[in-house]
């Protein structure tokens, strides 16, 4: 039995070795990812290429101002799409924890959550590039609040359910009607985690490209017009990635740098906010 | 009939087919502790929810027989307006996290839309804090969340948050079930000052905070008023053999 | 009523019947209808988005009808139009990237489950794979691309094949690192919720700790575990960005794992741009099987999940 014991015992600390090792090296390419982006994003950032335009390959300079500047279009024109309808569809769920309709809309929420980007891409282009024959910031976030909608639905029912009855008990003993008791009670306690949920939502498809490849497009110049083409970060990165000029590669490197700050900046915020904010009862 | 708060004539409730009260026949005066007191299930908790219509708020409640507020048939008006005539403190306290003490005091009139000016909101705010009792420990923080306050004070701070409304009638379930002994009598020695100024029922399933806080008591079996008079007399001479059981602890 | 029965004429004439009593404030009828109309929207919002995929893709479906699984020529110029080499594709590197990515989430699953619940290191971990999860598809093509592709291509050169450096083998690869936080995180969940009086159980029989994870961990947390399999699966599937850049944008039936390719969702991001009826309406109906696709494992992968967690929450209470 004496060397069984020993063999088990070793078995025990091989393996427990072995989960540290592939555990540590799944952060390999983490950190080799967040390496380059800042060695190769960082040597290209200053004030030209934040504030400036694309130049035509061949002149140097330029920058990626419309693309910072089509991103923040794309979450505005996206949020005030999404946060309305999703709030509203998360309360109903909250309040309506079984029946016909509330499992429908649940079903739906997951399958919209896991519907691949570019079959959404395709849907907004269908719906609203075709009939208004051009590519357009609003189709680009129409596509992107279609990808915010689960998200916000579910952290909003889920906040919501986390909230004691009672609560809404002693609004309504005071009188007060269901719907005012819902939306000045009730809301305001869920707030930090319906905040939570939106700014994580927004961090996702910040992003995202595939929705925009036939939507909003890209757009070397400035665009404030949402019924017209309009770049982003995401597509710029894409555009100068997969072009053969190694400027524009570099450009590359920067633009990510951008992004990668942008969003986890957003996850941070979005889970202080979690921490900070959270409503005691 | 104005010395009546509150009548109840031959009120039953039902939960789908269950019935739960049968044919409860009470009246209420003025300005008295009235406690509803009986055996956990047997229906009191109910009762009180059927006067401020909380009690539909539930799917498949329905109810039959009539329940008067000083004039006004309680099932002919509309629930909010009830509701704001009628003060309901629960078993848990339940303050709203998300605002002040003050707040909390004025959230009925807040929540409601009705508008006041501020220095009557103010009078409102200590007049509801000095009857509950709690003035003196909040009035310098009153400002804070009301969250942080100890749970006798959040109870307290309920009960203001009631008053504040200024109710025809006060209904307590269980209010000092949740709280520790000294906060609990703390609560009780309040009901003595505050029944002056509001009529009060309470529903406790503790006998001996019945007798000692309530002018009158009603004891409640299987959905049946079995008994109702002044407490004194109810508790020395029951007239019913059921009560006599419940208060010597045969049952409950 | 004495055999306790209710009838619903009684409810109505007799004045000692029993009352519905009424919440009946306008606005509030009001309000519940807003909200579930909004809820309602996004269930019309789904079907919408399959009855438009269907429709559009109809011409295609009706030319080429099932046999389009089968076909193996993508012609824009015969307009003929075969999917097998994007299925292949598809299956090919996302079930690659899955095995590859396997050991990886699993230890971090267990690692975070089992060994470090909490404390620094776990906090460190954990945050790493978020911010993992985070980053965007097309850094991920970037890094790639600049990065990865070279590596691939050496070795290539080194086997003696031809050294396109993008293709299958490497769109695997950046599939499978995008994909381990999904798998571990619930990994992670389910492992970290087996009851630990099973787990002193074994201990008190004088198992060692791999031998309780082994024997008593893992099989407790076996749906679980594959069902976060089966969502990173789903996602692998749907990735869209990364794979076009790095798969080598080839219609032709992938012959090894060398070869550039395509997957259903690349083909899409290659060529949609400028395609025009039964192009358009082919590369639609590669759409709807992929959507087709990802449903079903994200459905399956989620009730899985659900009903663990509502059988983990019954034992608890």
């Known amino acids: 039995m004496g060397g069984h014991l020993r063999g088990r015992l070793v078995k025990d600390l091989a393996f427990k070795g072995i989960v540290c090792l592939f555990a540590f090296l799944s952060l390999l390419p983490l950190f080799l990812i967040l390496y380059y982006i800042t060695k190769n994003g960082i040597a290209v950032i200053d004030w030209d290429f934040l504030f400036h335009l694309p130049r035509p390959i061949g002149e140097t300079g330029g920058g990626v101002a419309n693309a910072i500047v089509g991103t923040l279009m794309l979450i505005v024109l996206s949020s005030v799409i999404s946060i309305p309808c999703g709030i509203t569809a998360g309360i109903y769920l909250s309040e309506n924890k079984e029946g016909k309709l509330s499992n429908t809309i649940?079903?739906?929420?997951?399958?919209?959550?896991?519907?691949?980007?570019?079959?959404?891409?395709?849907?907004?282009?269908?719906?609203?590039?075709?009939?208004?024959?051009?590519?357009?910031?609003?189709?680009?976030?129409?596509?992107?609040?279609?990808?915010?909608?689960?998200?916000?639905?579910?952290?909003?029912?889920?906040?919501?359910?986390?909230?004691?009855?009672?609560?809404?008990?002693?609004?309504?003993?005071?009188?007060?009607?269901?719907?005012?008791?819902?939306?000045?009670?009730?809301?305001?306690?869920?707030?930090?985690?319906?905040?939570?949920?939106?700014?994580?939502?927004?961090?996702?498809?910040?992003?995202?490209?595939?929705?925009?490849?036939?939507?909003?497009?890209?757009?070397?110049?400035?665009?404030?017009?949402?019924?017209?083409?309009?770049?982003?970060l995401p597509y710029r990165i894409f555009y100068y990635a997969m072009s053969p000029y190694p400027e524009w590669h570099s450009f590359a490197w920067g633009a990510s740098f951008i992004l990668v700050v942008l969003t986890l900046a957003l996850n941070l915020i979005a889970r202080g906010i979690s921490a900070k904010w959270k409503t005691r009862f | 009939m104005e010395n009546t708060v509150l009548k109840i004539d031959s009120f039953s409730a039902y939960f789908g087919d269950n019935k739960i009260l049968k044919e409860v026949d009470l009246t209420v005066p003025r300005n008295v502790v009235a406690a509803l007191m009986g055996p956990s299930g047997c229906g009191k908790t109910?009762?009180?929810?059927?006067?401020?219509?909380?009690?539909?708020?539930?799917?498949?409640?329905t109810v039959s027989g009539k329940m008067t507020l000083i004039d006004e048939d309680i099932y002919a008006m509309q629930p909010i307006v009830l509701r704001r005539k009628v003060g309901m403190v629960f078993q848990k306290p339940n303050p709203f996290p998300t605002m002040s003490i003050y707040e909390n005091v004025i959230a009925g009139y807040k929540l409601n839309g009705i508008r006041v000016a501020k220095s009557e909101l103010d009078s409102i705010v200590e007049r509801s804090l000095r009857r509950s009792a709690l003035w003196d420990e909040v009035k310098d923080t009153l400002h804070r969340k009301g969250t942080f306050l100890s749970g006798g004070q959040q109870q307290r701070l309920c009960i203001a948050r009631a008053l504040a409304m200024n109710p025809e009638i006060l209904l307590l379930d269980e209010p000092t079930s949740a709280l520790d002994p000294k906060s609990t009598s703390q609560i009780e020695e309040l009901f003595v000052e505050l029944k002056r100024n509001v009529t009060m029922l309470l529903v406790t399933h503790n006998i001996a905070q019945a007798a000692r806080v309530s002018d009158l008591t009603a004891f409640i079996y299987l959905g049946e008023l079995v008994e109702f008079g002044p407490t004194e007399k109810m508790f020395t001479v029951p007239k019913d053999k059921r009560t006599e059981e419940y208060l010597t602890g045969k049952f409950g | 009523m004495p055999d306790g029965t209710v009838s619903n004429a009684f409810r109505i004439m007799d004045n000692k019947a029993r009352q519905v009593p009424g919440n009946t404030d306008r606005s509030e009828k009001r309000f519940n209808l807003v909200l579930a109309l909004s809820g309602a929207f996004i269930v019309a919002l789904l079907a919408a988005i399959l009855v438009t995929l269907f429709i559009t893709a109809l011409p295609s479906i009706k030319e080429f009808g099932l046999f389009f699984f089968a076909g193996k020529v993508w012609d824009a110029t015969t307009e003929t139009f075969g999917a097998?080499?994007?299925?292949?594709?598809?299956?090919?590197?996302?079930?690659?990237?899955?095995?590859?990515?396997?050991?990886?989430?699993?230890?971090?699953?267990?690692?975070?489950?089992?060994?470090?619940?909490?404390?620094?290191?776990?906090?460190?971990?954990?945050?790493?794979?978020?911010?993992?999860?985070?980053?965007?598809?097309?850094?991920?093509?970037?890094?790639?691309?600049?990065?990865?592709?070279?590596?691939?291509?050496?070795?290539?050169?080194?086997?003696?094949v031809a050294p396109h450096g993008v293709g299958i083998l490497t769109s695997s690869l950046i599939l499978a690192i995008m994909i381990i936080p999904f798998s571990a995180s619930i990994g992670r969940e389910v492992i970290s919720l087996v009851p630990g009086d099973l787990k002193e159980a074994a201990y008190s029989l004088g198992a060692t700790r791999f031998e309780v994870i082994r024997n008593i961990v893992i099989p407790y947390a076996r749906s679980g575990i594959i069902a976060g399999i089966l969502l990173a699966l789903g996602r692998a599937i749907g990735e869209t960005m990364a794979v076009t850049m790095l798969i080598g944008n080839s219609n032709f039936l992938p012959t090894s794992i060398f070869s550039p390719a395509n997957t259903m969702a690349s083909v899409i991001a290659n060529e949609f741009a400028e395609a025009t009826g039964i192009t358009a309406a082919s590369l639609i109906y590669v759409a709807l099987v992929l959507f087709f696709v990802t449903m079903v494992v994200n459905i399956v992968g989620t009730y899985v999940i659900q009903k663990l967690s509502i059988e983990s929450s019954k034992e608890v209470s």
């Open chain 1, 106 to 232: 649940r079903l739906s929420v997951i399958v919209l959550q896991g519907t691949p980007s570019i079959v959404i891409g395709i849907i907004a282009y269908l719906w609203i590039v075709a009939p208004l024959k051009t590519f357009s910031a609003l189709s680009g976030g129409v596509a992107l609040s279609i990808m915010m909608l689960p998200v916000i639905v579910k952290t909003t029912e889920e906040t919501l359910k986390l909230i004691p009855y009672h609560l809404k008990e002693a609004s309504l003993a005071l009188g007060v009607p269901y719907y005012k008791t819902i939306l000045k009670v009730i809301l305001p306690s869920g707030l930090s985690g319906i905040l939570t949920g939106i700014l994580l939502s927004v961090a996702r498809i910040t992003g995202e490209t595939a929705p925009l490849l036939f939507t909003a497009f890209g757009n070397q110049f400035m665009n404030i017009n949402i019924f017209k083409p309009i770049d982003s």
């Open chain 2, 46 to 61: 109910t009762l009180i929810r059927c006067v401020n219509r909380m009690h539909e708020l539930i799917p498949g409640a």
């Open chain 3, 84 to 160: 097998l080499p994007f299925l292949v594709g598809t299956l090919f590197s996302s079930f690659l990237a899955l095995f590859i990515s396997i050991p990886f989430s699993l230890a971090i699953s267990i690692f975070l489950g089992e060994y470090f619940k909490e404390g620094a290191v776990s906090t460190f971990l954990r945050s790493a794979v978020e911010v993992l999860a985070g980053i965007p598809s097309v850094i991920y093509g970037l890094w790639g691309l600049f990065l990865l592709m070279p590596a691939v291509r050496l070795v290539e050169m080194k086997i003696g």
